[in-house]
């Protein structure tokens, strides 16, 4: 008897289907070489992607360095440059020390799983990063996932822990809402408890605290010895990698012990050089940092959003994925381009529009995006 032929993966066509019916196929849209879209969609927070200063940066290092870094940072891929770059990071950040890596994801996963593991405990709140969420599965830890911000459920799975270590994690500033994390409270939480707190400043860094130099700066806890900061350098710098700032000894075991830095490739040479050129100017430039709120308070009364803006990210909830994704077409048909968030990356129900801000909008930009959001909002919540 002979047995059809069946596809091992026929059953992607099924999972296809569903997602078509629910509005939640994804698709790449590739942007045009010098495109002239208003950009509210990405994360170039302060407008630093294209600045002429981090250009050169890239290019020298790449004529210096060459293309890639050729390997592992533990064996060819290191270089003068990435340790210069982890001193002048560190510095403006106010922590003792900087070890970068290939990705923020990679950065936030290799943190969590080296500072956790079998026998410890990791809390993570609710509206965790993917990343630090993917680190948590890895960790091999016990996981409590506590309600978002919930100060007090955190103090409650500590509290009755038996592990000896514990770990809580959280974003700084959470990259859908743009809300701020209760990190001043989180902190305190964590010191009567023994735990130690990371912070994923990726959306903090270069829009939070004094000059761009996050909100954990902000609230007083740079630097502090049971605090682990990570971040990204594709957002507010423009370039591309991540990084984990702490003491000594966590970059020391961070290198022993975090699998996403020992089996990596390192952070290409030019990425490295566009990042430094970056935060030298956000140095020479702190005006960049209050610019970006400035214009989110703008873009947030614009689009009848109630909420006073913390961060760059402006969230507008249409709530089903269908009518938002309908919305974010019709705006880039308008010249104006934003970010279209539907489930899984928010519940279910509060699709939106998220809209960023950056500090190098001009006035016609602005005004046109006005124009843009009150026909299109209009639409899309009549």
Sequence with gaps: MTRAVVSPLMWLEDV????????LRRSLNPRRAGAVEVDLASNDYLGLGQHPAVIDGAVDALRTWGAGSTGSRLVTGDTELHQQ????????MGASTALVFASGYAANIGAVVALSGPGSLVVSDAFSHASLVDGCRLSRARVVVTPHADVDAVEAALADRDEERA??????????EGTLAPLRRLHDVCRRYGAVLLVDEAHGLGVRGSGGRGLSQEVGLAGAPDVVVTT?????LGSQGGAVLGSAAVRDHLIDAARTFIFDTGLAPAAVGAAMAALRVLAAEPWRAAAVLSRARELAQMCDVPEQPESSVVSVILGAPEVALAAATACLDHGVRVGCFRPPTVPAGTSRLRLTARASLSDEEMQLSRQVFAEVLGRARS
């Design 16 to 23: 296809a289907q569903q997602r078509r019916l629910a509005g």
């Design 85 to 92: 770059f982890e001193v002048e990071l560190a510095e403006f």
């Design 232 to 236: 990204t350098l594709s957002k507010a």
């Design 167 to 176: 770990l809580v994690v959280t974003d700084s500033v959470f990259s859908a």
